[in-house]
């Protein structure tokens, strides 16, 4: 494994989440977490955001955010992940029928559309 690979791997375990939720009701508040964090960082960027708000918003305890992310980082990351999760799914579904240059041209012209 060269250096880049294990500083990458590296990054992954210090922003992962602490634990992952099994139960409907943990996922339902990891999710309102997350979104209460995507709102924070649209309104006034990563940096300024607090875990103190984060919980906040999104209606829980600092200790029931801390049990599931342990810093800010990890948030950061975890939306990081999905964004890009769902941005490859997009392009995927855009891209799977295309058999030829006209099409590419196509696809990615509504790709583009999409993405602004």
Not at 24 to 30: N, T
Not at 42 to 61: K, L, N, P, Y
Not at 96 to 113: P, R, T
Request: aromatic letters at 8%; hydrophobic letters at 45%.
């Amino acid at each position: 494994m060269d250096e880049r690979t294990a500083a990458k791997l590296d990054q992954a375990a210090i922003a992962s989440p602490r634990r992952a939720p099994t139960q409907q009701r943990s996922r339902e508040r990891v999710e309102r977490m997350l979104a209460a964090a995507s709102a924070l960082i649209a309104e006034q960027g990563s940096d300024a955001m607090r875990m103190g708000e984060v919980a906040e918003r999104a209606g829980v305890s600092i200790g029931s955010l801390y049990q599931f992310f342990p810093d800010k980082r990890a948030i950061v990351w975890a939306l990081a992940e999905r964004y890009t999760a769902e941005s490859q799914a997009c392009i995927s579904a855009a891209l799977k029928d295309v058999g030829d240059a006209e099409g590419f041209k196509s696809a990615f012209s509504e790709l583009v559309d999409i993405y602004y």
